[in-house]
C-alpha cells in the first residue's frame, strides 16, 4: 500500500468562541495518492475553502479554532509542526493556486522575482540557480518564451498568463501536493481547458497529488479522477468521477447532478432542482443535514448522523443511499 | 440603525467613557452658560500666584484671578467655539457637498471642488491668522476661519454619498413619482449619511477646540472672556518662574475634553463600520 | 497653485488691511489719499495688480518688506534654512516612528499590542500642541525639570549647539504628530497585510519580516508617500509658523508670523508664493516616485 500524498483526518473547524462558535468544518477526513486528483465539490459557503486554509494553516489565529488527527504530506503530521517549522512545509511540500490570480499575485513585483523568491526561500539561495529552476518552470507549464513573463508585472499578463505563472510558483519546488482552489473560475472557458491541461499534464508529470475545490462538477469530472461532495461542513460522498455522473448514492449529489443542464458547459449553478435552502451555519440541524430538503429521508435521519468511512475512497453519508 | 449604533456604543468602555466625558464637561458649560458656574472669572479675588488652597482650589493667576473660576469658564468657550464651528461648517459642508455631488460634473461642480482643492493645499494656521487679521477686530474672525476650512471634508463625504445613492437609482423613483431632485437629495441622503456626519462633526470638535487654542494662544483667538487657549498663553511665561497653576488646570481639561471626544469619535466610527470582519 | 495664490492674494492684499492710512497719518485731504493709492497700486483693477503678483513670484523679484526694507528674497533665503533644519529631524523621526508603530500595530491587529498603540496615539491626539511644548519646556528646560535644553533661540554654530536648540522643538514635533501619523499608517497597513496577495505569500511559506518588510511596504509606499510629499508644505509654513513663534527661533513661520500681525505685504506675498511653489514641487515628485514605486502606471 502506497503512502497517502495528503491525509487529512478529523479536520473540524470553528469561527468564533465559545458557544457563539459556529462550526463550518466537521470532522473532514480524506486520502489523496501521489499522482492522484481529487475533486471537492459542494456550494459556495459549504466550507471547501476553510478546509483549503485549515490544512495549509492559514486560518488566523483568533476568531477562529481549527482541531484535526492528523493532516499528514507523505506520511508526515504537519498538524503539529511551530510556525517556523511549518514555513518550511508551505510552497516547499504543499502548494497553492488561487481562484484570484489578479489579486494572489504582488503587482509590484515582476513574475520572475516571485516566483525565484518562493525557490530562494525553500530550495536554494543560490541567485542563479533559482532564476534557472523560475524559468524552468514557466517553461513547464507550457510558455515559449520563459524569459518575457518572468520580466513581467502581473498586470501586464492576461488571465490565463497569470494563473498559469501561478501555477508556475506553485511547481516550481515540485511539492507533493497542490490544493487549486477555483482555479478556473475566473477564467473564460478557453483558458479554462488550457490551464485544467497543464495542471494534469504536470501532475502526471511530477506525481504530485492534486486536491481541486470547485462548485463546477463539470470542471472537477475533467480533471480529476475521485471526487468528495460537501454539504454544511460535512464530507457527505466520495466516489470516482465516472461512478458519481452515472449512479450517485447521496441525495445531495444526485441533486446537484441534475442540476447540470449540460456537461461541461455549466455556469455557476443554482441547485433549482433541490427543493428549500441550505441551512444557516449558525443553526444547524441535528443528525444529517439535508434532512430537511431530502426526499428519502426518515425519522432515524435527525436522530443519528450518517457518517462515512474516514479514509476509503467510497463512501456516502447516508441511511437510505440511493 | 440609530438603536444598533446605540446598542453597540453601549457595549464599549472607551467609547462610552468618552461619552460621560464629553456630557460632564457639556453640563459644566452650560452652568456657566445659565450663570451658575464660573461666573466669577474676571474678579480679582485673591493675590497673585497663590498655590492651591480651600479659596482657590487651583490657585490664582498673575493677578490674582481664581484659576478653577477661569478653567471652568474656559469649558463655556471651547464648547461656544466647538459648536460654533462645528455646526456651521458641517451645515456648510453639507450644502456645497450636496450640491457639487448632485450636480456633478457640471460647471458648480468643478467649482467646489477647485474650492476644496484650494483651502486644502493652504497651510491652516498661515490662513487661518490671515482671516484673523483681515477681519480684524471682529470676535468672530477666529470663527470664520474654522468654518471655511473645515468644511471640505464633510463636503467630499457627503458628495460620494449623494453621487452614490443617486447611481443607485432610488432617487430616480423618486423624481418619478414627482418629487423634486434637491429635495430628494435631503431627504433621502442625509438620513444615510447622518452617521458619516456625526463621526466626522467630532473630528471637526477637536479640530475646533484645538485649533481655538493655538490661536488664542499667537494672539488671534478669543477677544473677550477666557479660554483655555488663553490660560496657556498666560502659562507660557509663568512656568518659567515655577507657577503650574493655570498649564495644569488648562492643560487637563483640554486634554480630558479631547480625549472624550477622541474617543467618542472612534467608537463612533466602530459602531458604525458595517463591514465588521466577520472570518 | 493659481487657486492658493488667488485666494491668498484675494485675502491678505485685497481685503488685507489698507496701508493708505498707515502712510499719511491723520486728516489726509481727498487729494493725498488719491495720490498715495495710486502709488501703492491700490486703485488698479484687482486682476491686473493679481497678474503683477504672479510675475514677481516667477521672477522671484519680491520686493522689499514693509517693515524694515530688507529685500524680501533675501530675507526668504536667510530663515528658510533655519526653518528647514528645525523642522527635519520631526517631520523624519515623527514619519519615521508612525510608520513602525503603525506597521507593528497593523501585525498585531485585535492583539493587546495593537490595542496598546492606538490607545497611545488617541491619547497623544488628544494632547494639544501647546500643551506639549510648554510640558516638554517644564520638563527639559526649566529648574523644576532636568533643565538640559533652553527654553528658546537659536544660535547654531555647529552640531552641538544645533543639537542643544533643536532637540526640544523635534520632540514637541514628534509627539504631536506621533498619533496621527500611526494611526493614519496602521490604517494604511492594516488594509495592504489583508490583501489577498499576502495570503499567497504566507501560503508559500514567507516569514513575517518577508511579508512586511519586503511586500507589504513596498505596496503601500504609494499612499505613504503622498502622505509625506503633501504634508511637507504644512510641517515647514503651518509647523514652523508655530515652533518658531513659541521658541523664539528666526525662521520662516516666525518672519511669517511677524508679517502677519503688522502687515508686511511683500513678505506675506511671497510666503504665500512659496507655499504654491512648494505644493506644486511636492505634486511633480509625488507623480514621480509613483510611477518609480509602481509599475502599473507608466514608467517614464
Ligand atoms: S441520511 Fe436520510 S435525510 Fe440524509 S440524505 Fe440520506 S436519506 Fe436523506
Sequence with gaps: ?322 | MMRETWQRLKSDPYGLSGLIVVSVFFLIASCVWSGLLGQGWYEVSGTRWEGISAEHWFGTNLIGQDILQRTLFGTATAFEVGLTVTICSTLLGTVMGALSGWYNHSWLDEIILWLKGVLDAIPFYLFAAAVAFALQGSPWAMHVAMIVTFWTTTARIIRGEVIRIKQRGFIEAARAIGLPGLKTVFRHVLPNTFHLLLVQASIVFVAAINTEVILSFLGLGIQDGVSWGLMLAESSQEVLAGHFGNFLAAGTALFLLLMGFNLLADALQDALDSRRIVR | ?300
Excluded at chain 1, 462550526?23 to 492522484?36: A, L, N, R
Excluded at chain 3, 528645525?86 to 510608520?99: A, E
Aim: glycine fraction near 8%; hydrophobic fraction near 45%; charged fraction near 15%.
Design chain 3, 1 to 300: 497653485m493659481l487657486g492658493v495664490t488667488f485666494i491668498s492674494f484675494l485675502l491678505m492684499v485685497y481685503f488685507g488691511p489698507d496701508k493708505t492710512y498707515e502712510l499719511l497719518g491723520k486728516n489726509p485731504t481727498e487729494e493725498q489719499i488719491r495720490e498715495v493709492r495710486h502709488e501703492l497700486g491700490y486703485d488698479r483693477p484687482f486682476l491686473v495688480r493679481y497678474g503683477d503678483y504672479l510675475r514677481e513670484l516667477v521672477t522671484f523679484d519680491l520686493g522689499l518688506s514693509d517693515s524694515n526694507g530688507e529685500p524680501v528674497a533675501a530675507i526668504l533665503a536667510r530663515t528658510l534654512p533655519v526653518s528647514l533644519a528645525l523642522v527635519l529631524p520631526g517631520f523624519v523621526i515623527g514619519n519615521l516612528l508612525g510608520l513602525a508603530l503603525g506597521l507593528l500595530a497593523a501585525w498585531y491587529r485585535g492583539k493587546w499590542l495593537d490595542k496598546l498603540v492606538m490607545s497611545a496615539s488617541v491619547v497623544g491626539m488628544s494632547i494639544s500642541f501647546i500643551v506639549i511644548i510648554i510640558g516638554l519646556q517644564i520638563l527639559l528646560c526649566t529648574p523644576y525639570g532636568l533643565n538640559l535644553f533652553p527654553v528658546r533661540g537659536w544660535q547654531v554654530d555647529g552640531p552641538g549647539s544645533y543639537l542643544y536648540y533643536v532637540t526640544v522643538p523635534t520632540l514637541a514635533l514628534v509627539l504631536v504628530t506621533l498619533g496621527y501619523n500611526t494611526r493614519f499608517y496602521r490604517a494604511v497597513m492594516a488594509e495592504e497585510i489583508e490583501r489577498d496577495h499576502i495570503r499567497t505569500l504566507r501560503a508559500y511559506g514567507a516569514s513575517p519580516a518577508e511579508q512586511l518588510f519586503k511586500h507589504v511596504l513596498k505596496n503601500s509606499l504609494v499612499p505613504v508617500l503622498t502622505r509625506i510629499m503633501f504634508s511637507i508644505p504644512f510641517v515647514v509654513i503651518s509647523g514652523s509658523l508655530l515652533l518658531e513663534s513659541y521658541f523664539g527661533i528666526p525662521g520662516i513661520g516666525l518672519v511669517t508670523f511677524n508679517a502677519i500681525t503688522s502687515g508686511d505685504q511683500p513678505i506675506l506675498k511671497a510666503v504665500v508664493g512659496l507655499t504654491g511653489i512648494l505644493f506644486v514641487v511636492a505634486l511633480m515628485i509625488n507623480d514621480m516616485l509613483y510611477s518609480l514605486v509602481d509599475p502599473r502606471i507608466a514608467r517614464p
Design chain 1, 1 to 322: 500500500m502506497t503512502v497517502p500524498a495528503l491525509r487529512v483526518s478529523g479536520l473540524s473547524v470553528w469561527i468564533g468562541s465559545g458557544a457563539d462558535s459556529i462550526q463550518v468544518v466537521d470532522g473532514v477526513s480524506f486520502d489523496i495518492d501521489p499522482g492522484e486528483a481529487t475533486g471537492l465539490v459542494g456550494e459556495s459557503g459549504c466550507g471547501k475553502t476553510m478546509t483549503a486554509m485549515a490544512i495549509l494553516g492559514l486560518l488566523p489565529s483568533t476568531g477562529v479554532r481549527v482541531s484535526c488527527d492528523h493532516i499528514e504530506i507523505n506520511g508526515r503530521d504537519v498538524s503539529r509542526l511551530n510556525t517556523a517549522q511549518r514555513r518550511k512545509v508551505l510552497g516547499r511540500d504543499i502548494a497553492m493556486i488561487f481562484q484570484q490570480p489578479a489579486t494572489a499575485l504582488d503587482p509590484v513585483f515582476t513574475m520572475g522575482q516571485q516566483i525565484s523568491a518562493v525557490y530562494r526561500r525553500h530550495a536554494d539561495g543560490n541567485q542563479r540557480r533559482a532564476h534557472e529552476a523560475m524559468l524552468a518552470s514557466l517553461e513547464s507549464v507550457g510558455f515559449e518564451r520563459p524569459e518575457e513573463i518572468a520580466q513581467a508585472y502581473p498586470h501586464e499578463l492576461s488571465g490565463g498568463m497569470r494563473q498559469l505563472s501561478m501555477i508556475a510558483m506553485a511547481m516550481v519546488c515540485k511539492p507533493a501536493v497542490i490544493i487549486a482552489d477555483e482555479p478556473t473560475t475566473a477564467l473564460d472557458s478557453s483558458t479554462r481547458a488550457l490551464i485544467l491541461h497543464q495542471l494534469q499534464q504536470l501532475q502526471a508529470l511530477h506525481g504530485t497529488a492534486m486536491l481541486f475545490i470547485s462548485h463546477d462538477l463539470g470542471v472537477v469530472r475533467q480533471s480529476c479522477r475521485n471526487v468528495m461532495v460537501m454539504y454544511c461542513g460535512r464530507l457527505i460522498e466520495k466516489t470516482d468521477c465516472q461512478n458519481l455522473f452515472s449512479h450517485a448514492r447521496h441525495p445531495y449529489s444526485a441533486g446537484l447532478l441534475s442540476c447540470i443542464p449540460q456537461l461541461g458547459a455549466t455556469r455557476p449553478g443554482r441547485i433549482s432542482s433541490i427543493p428549500g435552502q441550505v441551512p444557516a451555519l449558525a443553526d444547524l440541524p441535528s443528525g444529517c443535514h439535508f434532512a430537511a430538503r431530502c426526499n428519502r429521508s426518515e425519522p432515524r435521519c435527525s436522530e443519528s448522523t450518517p457518517v462515512l468511512d474516514a479514509q476509503d475512497k467510497k463512501g456516502v453519508a447516508c441511511f437510505r443511499p440511493l
